[in-house]
C-alpha cells in the first residue's frame, strides 16, 4: 500500500512519526506532504520523504491519507483518515463533521459514542476506536518514580489561547511558590504561546523555575508529579498515566480535576493533588478508561489495521457518497495554488 502522511504544523510529527514507523515496518510505501508554511521543513528526518507539490501526491496516487488537522483536500486521492490532534473536546468544533473523512480513529470510548452518534446524521464514514498514535512513545517509556525524601516536579503547561489560557495571570503566583516551596517547576509552552509571555518566564528562571525548550512534552509528562494548566488538550495526556492536575478557570471542570478560580489557591490546590486524596484517584482512573484506556503503545499498528480494513471494505454498503463539498475544495485550491 502507498500512504501519504500530510501536516500543517510542526507537533503533526508526534503523531504521524508512530505511525509511519508501523508502516514501514510492515512493508508499506510512506511519503509525507506538507500544507502551508507553518511547518519547519528541517524537522524533517533525512530517511523521509517529502513530496512538493500537490501534483506530486496526485501522481504519487496514495490508497489512503492521514491527517490531524482538520481538513484536506478531496482532490487527493484515497481513504481519508482523522487522527486528532489533541483531547480538546471542550473546545468549538472538536465534533464538527468537515465532510473531509472516511475514517475517524478515535481515542476512547468517549470520543467513540459521540462519533458513532454524529454519523447516524451524516452516515459518509466509519468510527474505529484505535488510541492516540502520539501517546505510544509515552506508554512505551519506563516509568519515572521518585523517592519519597525527593523534590515534586511540577509540570506547568498552559493553553496559548487567550480566552483560555492561564500563564499571565499565574506567573506571580508561580515564582512565589518556586522560592517558597520545595518543588521543582517545569514550565512547557505551546509552540503558538505569544513570545512576550514565553520571555517573561524566561526572565524569572532559577534552579527551581525553568522553561523546557525540547519540542516533546512527553518527556516532561512521563517525569512529574503533577500538572498545573488551564484548558489545554494536555491535561487528559497527563491524567491518564493516573497522575493529578490542577487546572486554573478550566472551560468546563469536572471533578477529576483540582480547579481554582484565584491565583492565590494554587498552593493549596498543589498541597491537595500531592496528598494522595483517594476519591480523586478513583476519578481519574475512571476518566482515564472512558478517554483513553489503551496503556500498551500499540495504537498506530491499531490505526493501520483499521485503515487496511477500511480499504478493503470501501465503499461500504451502509455508507452513503461523501458530499462534495464543493466550496471548501475550491478554497484548498486556492491554499495550495492548484488547478489542473
Known amino acids: 500500500m502507498r500512504f501519504l502522511l500530510y501536516l500543517s504544523q510542526n507537533y503533526s510529527f508526534e503523531i504521524m512519526r508512530p505511525l509511519a ?59 481519508k483518515v482523522q487522527l486528532f490532534h489533541g483531547f480538546e473536546w471542550k473546545k468549538k468544533g472538536h465534533f ?8 475517524y480513529c478515535t481515542q476512547g470510548p468517549f470520543f467513540t459514542d459521540k462519533f458513532l452518534e454524529l454519523r447516524e446524521l451524516h452516515p ?12 505510544d512513545a509515552l506508554f512505551q ?17 498552559p493553553t496559548f489561547s487567550p480566552s483560555f489560557g492561564s500563564a499571565t495571570a499565574l506567573l506571580s503566583q508561580i515564582v512565589t511558590l518556586s522560592y517558597e516551596q520545595d518543588w521543582v517547576w517545569n514550565i512547557k509552552f505551546h509552540p503558538k504561546m505569544d513570545p512576550d509571555v514565553i520571555a517573561q518566564y524566561e526572565a524569572m528562571q532559577h534552579d527551581k523555575l525553568i522553561v523546557v525548550k525540547e519540542a516533546s512534552i512527553l518527556p516532561l509528562l512521563n517525569s512529574c508529579d503533577v500538572m498545573v494548566s488551564d484548558t489545554s488538550s494536555a491535561i487528559t495526556e497527563f491524567l491518564l498515566l493516573n497522575k493529578p492536575v490542577v487546572t486554573f478557570n478550566n472551560a468546563q471542570p469536572e471533578d477529576v480535576l483540582i480547579n481554582i ?26 476518566y482515564r478508561h472512558m478517554m483513553h484506556p489503551y496503556t500498551d503503545g500499540q495504537a498506530a499498528q491499531r490505526v493501520l489495521d483499521a485503515t487496511l480494513a477500511e480499504i478493503k471494505a470501501f465503499p461500504r454498503a451502509e ?16 491554499r495550495l495554488n492548484y488547478w489542473f
Not at 519515572?144 to 511540577?154: G, L, M, T, Y
Not at 455508507?319 to 486556492?334: D, I, Q, S
Request: charged share 25%.
Open 141 to 157: 517509556m519506563p516509568r519515572v518514580n521518585r523517592a519519597s525524601d525527593e523534590p515534586a516536579h511540577i509540570l506547568y503547561a
Open 96 to 103: 464538527r463533521i468537515r465532510e473531509c473523512f472516511d475514517l
Open 319 to 334: 455508507n452513503v457518497a461523501k458530499p462534495r463539498n464543493w466550496l471548501r475544495n475550491l478554497k484548498l485550491r486556492k
Open 124 to 135: 459518509h464514514f466509519s468510527v474505529v476506536e484505535t488510541g492516540w498514535t502520539k501517546l
Open 21 to 79: 514507523k508501523v508502516m514501514l515496518e510492515n512493508g508499506h510505501a510512506v511519503k509525507w506532504f506538507v500544507d502551508g508554511k507553518k511547518v519547519n521543513q528541517a524537522l524533517f528526518l533525512d530517511d523521509e520523504v517529502v513530496l512538493d507539490s500537490v501534483k506530486a501526491t496526485i501522481a504519487y496516487q496514495p490508497d489512503a491519507v492521514f491527517l490531524p488537522g482538520n481538513v484536506v483536500p478531496s482532490f487527493i486521492p484515497g481513504l
Open 261 to 286: 478560580t484565584e491565583p492565590d489557591d494554587l498552593a493549596g490546590a498543589l498541597q491537595k493533588a500531592l496528598s494522595g486524596d483517594t476519591q480523586l484517584n478513583d476519578a481519574i482512573n475512571t
